[in-house]
């Protein structure tokens, strides 16, 4: 019983840690691409090039709904916001220099928290 709770606390652990990154990413001066959805009205098209859109605001329901089982799947939507930005944007628009600017921010972050996933 006890292997089972311990477990838990240090699930609860990993998953405030992935709350305090994402809140900072969405504070950085640099994360306003990432808020929330891309829009497919401004960008009609963004679903035929991006398979699987992902964003801070869908991140956030993530969490709170509890369907990050691991770090590691949490690390993966997070780094799949910044793949996306790539695919879709060039490496010098603005757009373009905020994913590169926040992907570095949040991997030296994961690093700092002591979490690799
Ligand atoms: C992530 N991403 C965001 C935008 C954008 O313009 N977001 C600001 C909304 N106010 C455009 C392309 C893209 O890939």
Known sequence: KNVEKL???EQSDNMT???LVLT???KHEDGWPFLKPVN???FPTYKKYIKNPMDFTTMKNKL???LYKT?????SDTRL??????IFNEDESDVGKAGHTMRKYFEQRWKDLLLSS
């Open 71 to 75: 770090r590691g799947e949490f690390a």
């Open 24 to 26: 900072e990413m969405e």
């Open 40 to 42: 497919f009205k401004q």
């Open 7 to 9: 477990r838990t606390a």
């Open 17 to 19: 840690a992935c709350r």
């Open 81 to 86: 916001v910044f793949n996306n930005c790539m």
């Open 64 to 66: 709170r709904d509890s």
